[in-house]
Each structure stands twice: as structure tokens, then as C-alpha cells.
């Protein structure tokens, strides 16, 4: 190995350090909302339910949730941060919620810091658990990321704005749709392409089901931002440059599931609470992610915490089903929704109509 390339790793694993330490220096949060108070469902005054039936559970991937939940793509790769994924994995299990692990190249390129996702796996057996490598990743690589933590799934992540943000992130996006159809066609598990706060907008989630992908992740802005991380990490004014880059997390979802394709699509970017959780499901999402929120919340109250959050959103959750009169979820993926607000504004811009 030479002196560059033990460079390159070195940085790398230093870098997935970084981003946990600056998202808990400051709240690295979009500027922009992510717009689920725009999105109102109707309430039911005469719900005709009993709390203690409503029933949040599915199946995704083959294997049974509680909730439709997600501890979506946050670390991994450094020993500072293998306890995080043990945490995490820990709270996954307990709830019965999905998981998914950071970018897992900084262990593809050195096998020293593949316990750190490892862990989330070995403290969860039996969950969902999903890998995360870059939408341009040879197949090789994204198989042995698949069989580090014998995953479920694995997410294609799309960061064009982050690495754009990055003094030492790539330029070159060229093959990135004919890489994604490549590992559609070889992988024996799901391929779920993902953004990572700015959102997928119609035009693009074409091009993605068009590789023969059926799960996205609309990731949209209101979230964990990114470019505000890189800016910290580098001290170079990109923010000033890219703040009114991204689509919402509402907005995004709206697009996706006004194309009316094949698939299932997670929502993910900005989501604090059960009730906005209850608004994407109404609009289509099968899944809601969760990464910066719960991170903070980790950080803050520790893994006990966390799982008394977890359950509390999921409480609140089933308490919004009540309310609007759905049984499950199911029933809540047909309620009526009332967009108000700015993303009425987008959606009438771009021609989209409910």
C-alpha cells in the first residue's frame, strides 16, 4: 500500500468522526422546513376506535416491524463511533424498528473498522438492517458491504451536493444510473437508492425506476444538512452558495408518489414526531426515517433515552391514527390530506395536483 492510498483511508476514517462531532456541536439542521406543517390530515370526531387496537406493525423486506420506522444511515468506520451503532442496533431491536448503517467504504478499504458496523448486526440478529455505500460503487464492493453485516438491503446513497461541499469529495458523477442498474441486475438482496437531504424530485425518480430499482428514499431537505457539516469541516463559505438547493421532505414525497410507479418509497429528512410521521405514511411513504434527531437525542439522553423516544413517537402515532380513524396502516394510507402553505405553492408550480 502506498503512502497515498494509506492517506486516503486514514482521511476517510477521520472524516466519519468529524461529521458525528460537528452534528453535535450545533444543530446542522436545513434552513428550510421540511414541510409537513403544510400537510394536514383530516380529523375524525367520531373515530369509532379503541387505542389499544390500532395497529402499527408490517412487513418490510420479509421480515415483521412494530412501527414503520427507520434509525436511517448515520455512521461507522471509526472506532470513536462503534458504540453508536451498538446503541442504535440495541434500540432497533428492542422497538422492532429498521435500521441502516452509515457509508460503509471506510470499511471496504480498511478491514480494521469493519466491527464498528459489524455491531449493529451482532447486537441485532434477527432485525432489518440495510447497508449504505455510494450509488457508484463497483458491485464488488457493494456485495462485500451486503455480506459485512448480512444485510437485508442496501442503500444507494446520492450526494451530489455534499460532495460538491467537500475539499476532498468527488466531481465526477458520470455512470452513476448504469452503475445503479448493474447492481439491480446482480444483487440478491433489495436496492433502495437514497438521497441525503435534497430531495429526489419526479424527473429523477424516473430515471431511478428505470434501472429496475423498486425502494427509494425521497431523503428530502428540512433535515440533517450536510453542506452546513462540510462548511464547519472545512471553514469555506458553501452554505451561502447552496441554501436554496434541495426539495422538501414533503415535497419530494408528493413527487414520488404522484408518478404512481412501482414503488415503495421511505421518507426520511427532518421528522421529529409521530404526527408528521402519520402525514407521510397518509401520503404514500412505507417507511420514515429518522438519523439527526435520534443521534441528538442518543447524545443527550443516552440509549435509554432514545428508546423511551422511540416509543413515544410510535405512541403518538398510533394516537394520530385514532384521530383521523385508521385501524392500521393500511387504513392510514388512504386517509384524506390537505397541503397548505408553501408546498401547495410547489406542488401547483410543478404541475401536481392531489
Request: net charge negative.
Amino acid at each position: 500500500m502506498d503512502n497515498d492510498d494509506k492517506e486516503s483511508k486514514l482521511s476517510r476514517q477521520v472524516r466519519k468522526k468529524e461529521h458525528i462531532e460537528f452534528a453535535m456541536k450545533a444543530a446542522v439542521e436545513s434552513n428550510g422546513s421540511n414541510g409537513f406543517s403544510d400537510v394536514h390530515l383530516l380529523y375524525e370526531a367520531l373515530p369509532e376506535l379503541n387505542l389499544e387496537e390500532i395497529d402499527t406493525t408490517l412487513y418490510f423486506l420479509g421480515k415483521r416491524l412494530n412501527a414503520p420506522l427507520l434509525i436511517n444511515a448515520i455512521t461507522g468506520g471509526h472506532p470513536d463511533v462503534k458504540h453508536i451503532n451498538r446503541s442504535l442496533a440495541k434500540v432497533a431491536a428492542r422497538t422492532g424498528i429498521a435500521m441502516a448503517v452509515g457509508s460503509q467504504m471506510a470499511g471496504l478499504e480498511n478491514s480494521d473498522v469493519q466491527d464498528t458496523y459489524k455491531v449493529a448486526r451482532d447486537e441485532n440478529p434477527d432485525g432489518v438492517l440495510l447497508a449504505n455505500v455510494s450509488a457508484l460503487t463497483s458491485w464488488i464492493m457493494v456485495k462485500e458491504a451486503i455480506e459485512m453485516i448480512n444485510a437485508d438491503g442496501v442503500q444507494l446513497h446520492l450526494n451530489v451536493a455534499q460532495e460538491l461541499a467537500m475539499t476532498e469529495g468527488d466531481r465526477n458523477f458520470r455512470g452513476t444510473l448504469a452503475n445503479i442498474e448493474r447492481i439491480v441486475a446482480l444483487s440478491n438482496v433489495p436496492v433502495i437508492v437514497k438521497e441525503v437531504g435534497f430531495g429526489l424530485s419526479r424527473e429523477t425518480i424516473k430515471k431511478i425506476h428505470d434501472t429496475g430499482v423498486r425502494y427509494i428514499d425521497t431523503a428530502g431537505k428540512g433535515g440533517t444538512d450536510f453542506i452546513q457539516i462540510e462548511t464547519m469541516r472545512s471553514g469555506q463559505d458553501y452554505l451561502g452558495h447552496y441554501q436554496n438547493i434541495g426539495i422538501s421532505t414533503a415535497a419530494s414525497l408528493i413527487e414520488a408518489q404522484s408518478l404512481n410507479l412501482p414503488l415503495s418509497i421511505l421518507a426520511s429528512g427532518g421528522f421529529k414526531g409521530g404526527s408528521d410521521v402519520a402525514g407521510a405514511l397518509a401520503l404514500g411513504a412505507q417507511l420514515v426515517g429518522f438519523a439527526g434527531h435520534f443521534l441528538q437525542v442518543l447524545f443527550e439522553s443516552t440509549e435509554q433515552g432514545l428508546n423511551e423516544r422511540v416509543d413515544r413517537i410510535i405512541d403518538q402515532l398510533r394516537r394520530t391514527m385514532l384521530m383521523v380513524g385508521a385501524s392500521n396502516l393500511k387504513e392510514l394510507a388512504g386517509k384524506p390530506v390537505v397541503i397548505t402553505g408553501s408546498t401547495a405553492e410547489w406542488l401547483t408550480w410543478r404541475g401536481i395536483k392531489r
